[in-house]
Nanobody
Framework: QVQLVESGGGLVQAGGSLRLSCTAS????????MGWFRQAPGKEREFVAA????????YYPDSVKGRFTISRDNAKNTVYLQMNSLKPEDTAVYYC?????????????????WGQGTQVTVSS
């Protein structure tokens, strides 16, 4: 089973950028679809981005489309989330996740494993 560790969170002003990284250990990282979710205090975990195993297909909800970009480097067992034009409402703990398919990520079902999360805080 793949183990996931996120990094790159922090404090940024509104309009700024951050890049999150999620490095996987274990077998067959390149066989998994990878995604990012976030959870703000008092709210449910929200899907924000997904990538197919090859990186050739990506998906975003409207709330982040055009601002967030997911990418992956299978040689480095790492998936990234580039976040631009950040807003205070993007403040949350961000989690990466591995799944068998993008559909599983979009439906938040059949998640194989989660990372421990990294805090992103956007100040106004």
């Amino acid at each position: 089973q793949v183990q996931l560790v996120e990094s790159g969170g922090g404090l940024v002003q509104a309009g700024g950028s951050l890049r999150l990284s999620c490095t996987a250990s274990g077998r067959a990282f390149s066989s998994y679809a990878m995604g990012w979710f976030r959870q703000a205090p008092g709210k449910e975990r929200e899907f924000v981005a997904a990538s197919s195993w090859s990186g050739g297909t990506t998906y975003y909800p409207d709330s982040v489309k055009g601002r967030f970009t997911i990418s992956r480097d299978n040689a480095k067992n790492t998936v990234y989330l580039q976040m631009n034009s950040l807003k205070p409402e993007d403040t949350a703990v961000y989690y990466c996740a591995a799944a068998r398919s993008i559909i599983d990520l979009r439906m938040n079902s059949g998640i194989v494993n989660w990372g421990q999360g990294t805090q992103v805080t956007v100040s106004s």
